[in-house]
């Protein structure tokens, strides 16, 4: 397949600048025309490393002026918290609240607690915290919130949420833990978790507080017997086992893998023994991985979790939390430096891949343990130095640049004696490995999924959902085919690939990086991978030319059954007769393996029905004998195995992270 290097320069471009629209954009048209061609060419295009490259931006006069016009100019840009709009939305939470215990129809009142939870919702993520605003709720307009929020989850029969409210709005200033409310709220709370002695020593403790009404106790028993708690999805993930357990010397791996070299392809990943169709060969949490902007109004900005009672960030109204723990990971790690700058970010139009450099540093303990990270991953992982033109290092070097001036911005470096741009040493060194983050990441970052599920069904209409993306130390070293031999799917952040197919010892275990044979036909399947992965791919998809999905017909090619022979042989024309193998010169029956590939079909259609009935580990089971049995018998491509693994994919993922819309 001819190169490219139109569309190779464009798919490049697209990792670093995701959006034509933000700044970042104009800012390198800016520089580009200030140096002119030449330069760029006779001068940048010929230093030999990351070093001489970031040095030169900053210190070159041909381009220095433009870059450190633009990065002086660098300043926080976030979303502010606001007391009075948190009041606001707080009344008004409280008047629906207030509206739903009127005597209206059942359905009316649940959509009106509805509406009050997603005002309720923005009076927590607009409120600041505790006493940064004493104008307004004596300082206490977070405490509120939660506090407000709590009554509405009660009613819902949502307790564990509203207990967890609860605590909040005392760890926010609110002086409950005296106060017969407080305990009526929490025996409510209990009660709807369904944990009626917790609801009856709350209830003990609101008795025997001074002043308690015993009227009011009377009433609160009242409402507690009207509580229906909320019912309780049981949760489909399930977090798997490495079969065979960890490998030592490949973190996030099964036993059952190892890690190889070759000249033209690099490190990476092949079967150590034997493995079976179902045996989990990875299970990797992210060196860095970071939610796409798109998401942060509706997924946890640490844990990736769907938010329903989002937790703010202290500081700024851009970025939700699952919960209190998550903002506390968070905000004590990675966040004290991006949360200032979060809106400047996204309005550079960076691309996903740059926010994942930024939080390696970010998530760091210290500065030594950022650059001891990035520097051994520019050592390990391919980044393809060699093909990269002046152009390229340019567009990386300046977002390196900016994304090191973020730092010095939001202290990462302590206190600077300056406000100038210009970089000391060790922030020379930041901005050095940053680029060389830019450059690996474009290779062997993996985008991170959740399945989306309908109210109907699991499968039927069920979609992929991308959220965001992350760096898997492991999980790089997986090599691309056209057809992978594992199927990928998510536990929160966590990447987990499971075989699809059996392996013999020394197979390649591959997964696909996008282009697959069964949508995409070669010609446009190599144009992807060259102009994106910088390789041509010659896997056994690509080496026969399989056909697309749509144009496959049923036919199926039998493994010859002599010992040590690996000709295929098509379907015979009469099965009473034997068939003649060219390469062993044998004649050979093949009753036996189209006995096997009957079988094989029944119990797809098994597993069919299974996850019709929505029974998915039932139906993971069945497609896993299927696909073990078909590949002693016959190879791909065959129909009815590829819609099987396919299928499988689909069932592993339903065991993943799932939401409903």
């Not at 700058?341 to 970010?362: N, V």
């Amino acid at each position: 397949m001819e190169f490219d290097p139109n569309y190779h320069h464009i798919c490049s471009v697209r990792t670093v600048q995701s959006e034509r629209k933000g700044f970042f954009n104009e800012f390198c048209v800016d520089v580009r025309e200030e140096c002119g061609d030449k330069w760029l060419q006779n001068y940048f295009g010929k230093l030999k490393s990351n070093a001489a490259r970031v040095l030169s931006i900053f210190s070159d006069r041909e381009v220095c002026d433009p870059v450190l016009g633009v990065l002086e100019h660098v300043q926080p840009v976030f979303k502010q918290k606001d007391a009075l709009f948190s009041a606001q939305r707080r009344a008004q939470a409280d008047k629906m609240f207030l509206m739903s215990s009127g005597s209206g129809e059942e359905e009316e009142n649940r959509e009106l607690l509805q509406q009050a939870l997603l005002a309720a919702n923005l009076a927590v993520m607009r409120a600041p915290n505790r006493d940064a605003d004493t104008s307004i709720d004596d300082g206490l307009s977070l405490a509120l919130a939660y506090r407000s929020r709590a009554s509405i989850l009660i009613r819902l029969g949502e307790g564990e949420a509203a207990l967890s409210d609860l605590k909040l709005a005392t760890n926010f200033g609110l002086e409950l833990k005296g106060s017969v409310d407080y305990y009526c709220k929490m025996a409510k709370a209990y009660a709807a978790m369904g944990e009626s002695a917790r609801a009856e020593i709350s209830l003990k403790i609101a008795e025997k507080l001074a002043g308690s009404d015993p009227t009011h106790i009377a009433i609160c028993r009242k409402e507690i017997a009207a509580i229906k708690p909320a019912p309780k999805e049981a949760s489909s993930v399930i977090e798997p086992k490495l079969t065979h357990g960890e490998n030592p010397e490949l973190s996030g791996a099964s036993k059952l893998v190892k890690l190889v070299e070759a000249k033209e392809k690099g490190r990476f990943v092949v079967a150590g023994e034997i493995l079976r169709t179902g045996d989990v060969v990875l299970c990797e949490e992210p060196v860095a991985a970071c939610l796409e902007p798109g998401f942060f109004g509706t997924n946890c900005h640490h844990c990736f979790k769907r938010l329903h009672t989002p937790v703010s960030c202290l500081h700024c109204s851009g970025i939700a939390f699952c919960s209190a723990q998550c903002m506390g990971e968070a905000s004590s790690t990675y966040h004290r430096f991006e949360c200032e700058f979060m809106d400047l970010l996204i309005g550079s139009g960076m691309s996903i891949l740059c926010f994942i450099a930024l939080r390696i540093f970010t998530q760091a303990r210290t500065l030594d343990e950022g650059l001891s990270t990035a520097n051994l991953l520019f050592e390990h992982l391919c980044s393809h130095e060699d093909e990269r033109q002046a152009a390229d290092y340019l567009q990386r070097s300046l977002m390196a640049g900016f994304l090191m001036r973020i730092l010095q911005k939001a202290q990462y470096f302590g206190r600077r004696k300056t406000e100038g741009v210009n970089p000391t040493a060790v922030e020379l060194q930041v901005a050095t490995a940053l680029l060389g983050l830019l450059q690996v990441l474009q290779y062997n970052a993996h985008q991170i999924y959740q399945t989306q599920v309908t109210e109907e069904h699991r499968f039927d209409g069920s979609k992929v959902v991308c959220v965001g993306a992350g760096l898997y130390g492991t999980g790089s070293y997986f090599n691309h085919e056209c057809w992978p031999s594992v199927a990928g799917h998510f536990v929160g952040k966590k990447l987990v690939l499971t075989a699809t197919k059996p392996h013999r010892p020394n197979e390649v275990v591959a997964v696909n990086y996008g282009p697959i044979f069964i949508k995409m036909n070669l010609k446009e399947r190599q144009r992807s991978l060259r102009g994106r992965y910088s390789f041509s791919c010659n896997c056994m998809a690509c080496q026969e030319n399989w056909p697309l999905l749509q144009k496959l017909d049923k036919q199926v090619r039998f493994w010859c059954t002599t010992a040590n022979c690996v000709n295929l042989l098509k379907f015979p024309k009469d099965l009473a007769k034997d068939v003649r193998c060219p390469r062993c010169r044998k004649n050979i029956s093949l009753k036996e393996s189209v006995a096997k590939l009957i079988k094989v079909e029944e119990l797809y259609r098994e597993a069919a029905k299974a996850m019709e009935a929505q029974k998915t580990s039932e139906a993971i089971e069945l497609f896993k004998e299927g696909i073990e049995n078909f590949f002693q018998v016959a190879a791909l491509p065959h129909k009815d195995t590829l819609l099987a693994q396919q299928s499988l994919l689909k069932c592993l993922s339903d065991t993943g992270t799932t939401f409903k819309k």
